[in-house]
């Protein structure tokens, strides 16, 4: 009877941990990341950012919603090596110490939230938005948050909010 030889036993290969680097609510950090991280988990389990939510898990409800270079992104299905070299900021990054920005004050005004669970999300939106169009109308508050689910509102109070919001940012434009 022929004796087979075995093959070696093969190594298992190493998993690689990316490291990336991100500058996080105006701070430079380092993290290493699983190459399949979302973003989410990193900002909340490893940066301990847990004011992004995860409602969905599926892009569907926007409660995950961050900043990228300025422009809104579910960071539920956005991979976190996605962010590297990349300004990120999340609601813990939007006021100014203790001075809310405008359209957290809106929010608060406009009785914009009752659970707060999508209300991350709907400020880190509402705030690209009005970035991109300062003076938006209805229409195209509704349009530009129909990718944010909220449970509770009826979306009426989160509308008058980013109206609020847009009418003391262009006062606060025209004054300075
Ligand atoms: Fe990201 Fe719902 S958790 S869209
Ligand atoms: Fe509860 Fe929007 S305030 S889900």
Do not use: W
Not at 16 to 41: F, H, R, W, Y
Not at 50 to 70: L, M
């Amino acid at each position: 009877m022929e004796i087979g030889i075995l093959s070696p036993i093969k190594k298992p290969k190493e998993e690689t941990v990316p490291q990336i680097s991100m500058e996080v609510n105006g701070k430079a950090v380092k993290v290493e990341v699983a190459a399949n991280a979302l973003l989410v988990d990193v900002l909340r389990a490893q940066l301990s950012l847990t004011g992004s939510h995860v409602g969905c898990d599926t892009s569907q409800c926007g409660a995950c919603v961050v900043h990228i270079n300025g422009r809104s992104v579910k960071s539920c299905t956005t991979l976190a090596v996605q962010a590297d070299g990349a300004k990120v900021t999340t609601i813990e990054g939007l006021s100014q110490g203790q001075n809310m920005h405008p359209v957290q004050a809106a929010f608060k005004e406009a009785h914009g939230l009752q659970c707060g669970f999508c209300t991350p999300g709907m400020v880190m939106a509402a705030t690209d938005l009005l970035s991109r169009n300062a003076n938006p109308t209805e229409a195209e508050i509704r349009s530009f948050l129909k990718g944010n689910i909220c449970r509770c509102t009826g979306y009426h109070n989160i509308v008058k909010a980013v109206q609020i919001a847009a009418k003391s940012m262009s006062t606060k434009v025209a004054a300075e």
